[in-house]
């Protein structure tokens, strides 16, 4: 097809034709267009379980009444795994389950990055880093797209809370987007080539995302390459026209009856060039899900690999021996705890599924006690009601637990503490659980905590009064086998936090601007978000960032860099032994954080790299662990661009980032930067540039070089600095220095030849 004045009859009925695409035929699937030959399209929730919604008894979004089918651990559990291969493997799982349901689009992976804990879908992403986040998330696309489903990226970008979510404005510096906002998108495309995308409800800079044409056309597609599907949220254009002139291919949910984006193309405010973009990339998403093997789903084999992705995931936060625990003859086990008969596995709003089956901890638990010839006794300890704690519900909970030989203790938030479309107010656990963990304090036996919850909980109020501690998050339907295989050690865990725990609210980056007001969001903390903030400003953690304890101990030795000739995407290859020097088979997540040189204002450090290892006990493998430069690099505003000019990096090989085993420095090369310099760059710009640098200089030189006042400040190092940030041309009308106006004139003329 052709487009506009060239336009044949054949092509303005295929364009005509073309405008139905604009919208979705109803809540989840695209309108077929005979007339194209494109058949309809169909979508449906799942970043972690599919959601099909029941035809015979709909309720619009399916939100109650979807059809059953397997709930994985959402991206929140998955994430603290840091393993592609296992993330890639859940997504695989989920395509098939997809194809064989008849869906071609799964509405996932979402991968915001977690400015705050409060965020009220925080279980649905998967870091407060952009590498790790787009990273993993890739690897879930992937996975999906291997059975011929399309993923779709969500949401992008930038949409960091639920309050206020239809009409706040991110208020953000193009530096800190590109870098954490953009970034993990732009990382996730790149490793996973997603066929689809969905946009936000927020505004940045006070543009909506769906109605932003630099975002949705110079970043996606002409910065990244983007070839894909770009939906709306539901319910996420504002301006249906402005919306498609910007680059959202189909507004959903479907609203044919609304012509919205017709009449403006009647009247000539939407080109026949945009809409045969949307036919082909409609039609370009119908071939690649056109091939789908519609393979019967295993629900064995779908249960096995939850509970597998869900205790490989566990973060073991505290242990002072009491785990893993010895079930055996007469031992008397005291299960405190509402959660563990009525669990919480996943999180609430557009994600949840409808699990084909659920296990409690308590059940899987007693089972395993029994068959050991242990005892089990039970007491909830408290409700799931935000009501105050119950003093007889409490004092029944002491009385068993002063019984036992060993207390478990489930907490954790119940499903009204975090969903969509609303944020949190504190980063605590329920007022009656902390009453029951203080009640139980005075108790001789070991107190031992099994953590269920979809965003981070401080523990720093009451870590001290429990013996051991283990995040399981949010488990999926294989939720008891999943927390008695790590309890009772069937399962090492091999878990790394994906998001840094703080002590107190008040610490987080985003305090003071989240979740702003007046429609307004001031993202302040610019790019120190997550550890990045807690170690620029030595802030105390309650664990840190890659934190994560195991059933065995390992060591690091050995550690040399490669460093690749400038040529090399590879700015360098680090490897590093690793052995397992405890009694148990166990795995450990080898992280690298890197210090850039000067230059930039950058983090402390900066992850750059992991690599996650299997160990048997005295086992020794060598890790490697290759970063690209493009990984070094960090966005330049004058420039534009991204830049990695080169230098002394520090790097620094850990368990967390505030438990570095291992540093060196090395020099790598890089691209030294060239700005745009002009009359008002600054004398130390010019200086600083490779070619110009140098001419400046031996210009300066041939005239005799500075005088006076102007020379004693340049060799003198207090005042060189208020000189070098003098622009050039200002510089040049102080008495001493060599330069006239023509000198400027052919300078810039030079120097703009070179950009």
């Known amino acids: 097809m052709t487009p506009d004045d060239t336009c044949t009859a054949s092509d303005r009925e295929a364009i005509d034709a073309g405008l139905a695409l604009a919208t979705g035929q109803d809540y989840w699937s695209t ?155 732009e990382i996730a495309f790149e490793t996973s080539g997603a066929w689809s995308l969905m946009t936000s409800y927020n505004r940045i800079n006070g543009t909506y995302t769906s109605e932003d044409p630099w975002l949705l056309g110079e970043v996606l597609r002409d910065d990244w390459g983007f070839d894909g599907l770009v939906m709306s949220d539901w319910g996420g254009v504002y301006e249906p026209v402005a919306a498609f002139n910007a680059g959202v291919d189909v507004r959903m949910p479907g609203r044919p009856q609304d012509t919205r984006v017709r009449e403006a193309h009647a ?131 002491r009385d068993v637990a002063a019984k036992a030989d ?106 003071l601007d989240f979740p702003g007001d007046h429609e307004i969001a001031r993202h302040g903390e610019r790019t120190f978000v997550g550890y990045r903030w807690y170690d620029a400003r030595e802030i105390e953690v309650d664990h840190p960032f890659g934190h994560g304890l195991s059933y065995t101990s390992f060591a690091y030795d050995d550690l040399t860099v490669n460093v690749m000739p400038l040529e090399d995407e590879t700015a360098f290859r680090l490897s590093v032994s690793v052995r397992n020097t405890g009694p148990r088979f166990g795995s450990e997540v080898v992280q690298l954080y890197v210090t850039t040189p000067a230059g930039f204002l950058t983090p402390e450090r900066e992850l750059r790299g992991w690599a996650k290892v299997d160990l048997a006990p005295g086992e020794v493998q060598r890790v490697e662990i290759a970063v690209t430069r493009r990984r070094l690099a960090h966005w330049h505003e004058a420039a534009n661009d991204w830049v990695f000019a080169g230098g002394q990096l520090t790097l620094h090989v850990g368990a967390s980032s505030r438990d570095i085993r291992l540093t060196t420095a090395v020099m790598v090369p890089g691209h030294p930067l060239r700005l745009v310099l002009g009359k008002y760059s600054s004398l130390g710009q010019w200086l600083d540039h490779d070619i110009m640098g140098p001419r400046l200089e031996g210009l300066i030189a041939e005239r005799g070089g500075f005088r006076g006042r102007i020379a004693d400040l340049m060799n003198d190092p207090a005042g060189r600095e208020g000189v070098c940030d003098c622009p050039l041309a200002s510089l040049s009308e102080f008495p001493g220095v060599p330069l006239v106006p023509e000198d400027l004139d052919a300078l810039c003329e030079e120097a703009a030849a070179l950009a």
């Not at 030959?37 to 309720?59: I, K, T, V, Y």
């Not at 084909?356 to 409700?383: C, K, W």
Request: aromatic share 4%; with cysteine.
């Open 406 to 511: 060993v207390v478990i203790l489930l907490l954790g938030l119940p499903e009204a503490y975090e969903s969509e479309g609303r944020d949190r107010s504190h980063i605590d656990l329920p007022e009656q659980q902390l009453a029951l963990i203080e009640a139980l304090r005075v108790l001789d036996a070991p107190r031992v905590v099994a953590m269920c919850n979809g965003a981070a909980v401080t523990t720093a109020g009451w870590r001290d009064d429990v013996q051991a501690i283990v995040e399981f998050w949010l488990t999926g339907q294989a939720h008891g086998e999943a927390i008695t295989d790590v309890l009772t050690g069937a399962v090492n865990p091999g878990g790394r936090l994906s998001e840094t725990i703080p002590k107190k609210l008040a610490d987080t980056p985003s305090y």
């Open 267 to 397: 009247e000539g405010r939407v080109s026949d060039l945009r809409v045969t973009q949307v036919i082909e990339r409609m039609r370009l998403l119908a071939e690649r899900t056109a091939d789908k093997p519609a393979v019967p789903v295993e629900p064995e084999a779908q249960d096995a690999l939850v509970r597998r992705a869900a205790a490989a995931s566990a973060v073991l936060l505290v242990n002072d021996g009491s785990l893993p625990l010895d079930l055996r003859p007469g031992l008397k086990v005291a299960v405190i705890g509402e959660l563990a008969r009525k669990p919480r596995y996943q999180g609430a709003g557009s994600s949840r599924a409808n699990p084909r089956r659920i296990s409690t901890a308590l059940d899987v638990l007693s089972a395993a006690a029994t068959q050991a010839g242990a005892e089990v006794d039970f007491a909830p300890g408290y409700t799931l009601q935000e009501d105050p704690a119950q003093p007889d519900v409490i004092a029944a909970a």
């Open 31 to 185: 309108p077929a267009v005979e007339a194209l030959g494109l058949r309809s399209l169909r979508f449906a929730d799942g970043p972690h379980g599919l959601r099909l919604q029941n035809d015979e008894n709909p309720d619009h979004l399916g939100l109650e009444r979807s059809l059953p089918a397997t709930c994985f651990p959402p991206a929140v559990t998955l994430s603290c795994s840091w393993d592609e291969a296992l993330i890639e493997e859940v997504g695989a799982a989920l395509g098939r389950e997809a194809a064989a349901a008849g869906v071609d689009v799964i509405l996932g992976p979402g991968l915001n990055l977690k400015r705050s804990p409060l965020c009220g879908r925080n279980f649905e992403y998967y870091s407060e880093d952009p590498l790790l986040s787009g990273t993993l998330a890739g690897a879930a696309a992937r996975g999906i797209q291997s059975t011929g489903v399309a993923a779709c990226l969500k949401h992008f970008a930038a949409n960091t809370q639920e309050h206020d979510r239809h009409r706040v404005s991110a208020e953000i510096d193009m530096r800190t987007l590109r870098e954490m906002y953009l970034r993990n998108f």
